[in-house]
T-cell receptor
Framework: DAMVIQNPRYQVTQFGKPVTLSCSQT?????MYWYQQKSSQAPKLLFH???????NEADTPDNFQSRRPNTSFCFLDIRSPGLGDAAMYLC????????????FGPGTRLLVL | SQQGEEDPQALSIQEGENATMNCSYK?????LQWYRQNSGRGLVHLILIRSNEREKHSGRLRVTLDTSKKSSSLLITASRAADTASYFC???????????FGQGTTLQVKP
């Protein structure tokens, strides 16, 4: 089945230790998104790739970076995680931007010690 | 600022009852989407309603959209315990794929 896969499902890191979360998709979608969702809150968009074109949200901290080496894979790098970065990170894809359904992965829950 | 507000924040009903959730938004939209999230999981798309539609059905789901009031409602009929989840409305006001989610309604369906 075509799907969005996130690894790992749970990630524990130490304060200040870089961490990378990965997302892959078999839908061959052009657009990939990363959302941050803190406990009992709505998902908040961090950035997205439209093909190779990177689009950062204005309020996304510089601590968060992303890479998309090919259509199928997208990575979220947190350079120096702080306690406030503990959250669920959701990857999503859509075939195009605007007026399109987004397909979400199961998420990676990040814990920062 | 938030685009979507949802109410109620939490809803608890018995199996077989209907559940209604409401969403209000601030700016004009091309469409509005509803997503479900089971505890600790990703979001699942339920239904998309376009701005020129007033009502849409999908199985036990019925969504309405009133663009004059900038509001939408999601009705789940004959609820089941498996419907227990959080439900989010989402809009894309800039039509760029940037979804802005409401705060969500947490639904508990008791068997």
């Amino acid at each position: 089945d075509a799907m969005v896969i996130q690894n790992p499902r749970y990630q524990v890191t130490q304060f200040g230790k870089p961490v990378t979360l990965s997302c892959s998709q078999t839908l061959n979608h052009n657009v990939m998104y990363w959302y941050q969702q803190k406990s009992s809150q709505a998902p908040k968009l961090l950035f997205h790739y439209y093909d190779k074109d990177f689009n950062n949200e204005a309020d996304t901290p510089d601590n968060f970076q992303s890479r998309r080496p090919n259509t199928s894979f997208c990575f979220l790098d947190i350079r120096s995680p702080g306690l406030g970065d503990a959250a669920m990170y959701l990857c999503a894809t859509s075939s195009d931007r605007g007026q399109e359904t987004q397909y979400f992965g199961p998420g990676t829950r990040l814990l920062v010690l | 600022s938030q685009q979507g507000e949802e109410d109620p924040q939490a809803l608890s009903i018995q199996e077989g009852e209907n559940a209604t959730m409401n969403c209000s938004y601030k700016t004009s939209i091309n469409n509005l989407q509803w997503y479900r999230q089971n505890s600790g999981r990703g979001l699942v798309h339920l239904i998309l309603i376009r701005s020129n539609e007033r009502e849409k059905h999908s199985g036990r789901l019925r969504v309405t959209l009133d663009t004059s009031k900038k509001s939408s409602s999601l009705l789940i009929t004959a609820s089941r315990a498996a419907d227990t989840a959080s439900y989010f409305c989402a809009t894309d006001p800039s039509n760029t794929g940037k979804l802005i989610f409401g705060q969500g309604t947490t639904l508990q369906v008791k068997p």
